[in-house]
């Protein structure tokens, strides 16, 4: 059974960071491009960025190009996201799953909260 697990939100201020991490498992991981999404209220899961293996091959949002840095660890089965300079419009909740653009989704996880306070 799939499952992926999200964690290292919390509440932070303008200009700080934090480090997402999502551990993953009932799948072949290394085979998967993996990516990061976030979800406002009322909007939709947009991708935020990817990493298509363990050569640190990374796609960004121009939201985030240059801020958040995202990578991966095989040998845990888990992404990461470094995520600095934030700024209000980045809180979000934030996901992790299957590159959609690459892969079918998998089964979604709870989620990471992320709140920038300005």
């Known amino acids: 059974q799939v499952h992926l697990v999200e964690s290292g939100g919390g509440l932070v201020q303008a200009g700080g960071s934090l480090r997402l991490s999502c551990r993953a498992s009932?799948?072949?991981?290394?085979?998967?491009?993996m990516a990061w999404y976030r979800q406002i209220p009322g909007g939709e899961r947009d991708l935020v960025a990817f990493?298509?293996?363990?050569?640190?091959?990374?796609v960004y949002d121009e939201s985030v190009k240059g801020r958040f840095t995202i990578s991966r660890d095989d040998t845990e089965n888990a992404i990461f996201l470094q995520m600095n300079t934030l700024k209000p419009e980045d809180t979000a909740v934030y996901y992790c799953?299957?590159?959609?653009?690459?892969?079918?989704?998998?089964?979604w996880g709870q989620g990471t909260r992320v709140t920038v306070a300005s």
């Open positions: 799953n299957a590159n959609r653009r690459i892969h079918p989704l998998l089964p």
């Open positions: 009932g799948f072949t991981f290394s085979g998967y491009s």
């Open positions: 990493i298509v293996d363990s050569n640190d091959n990374t």
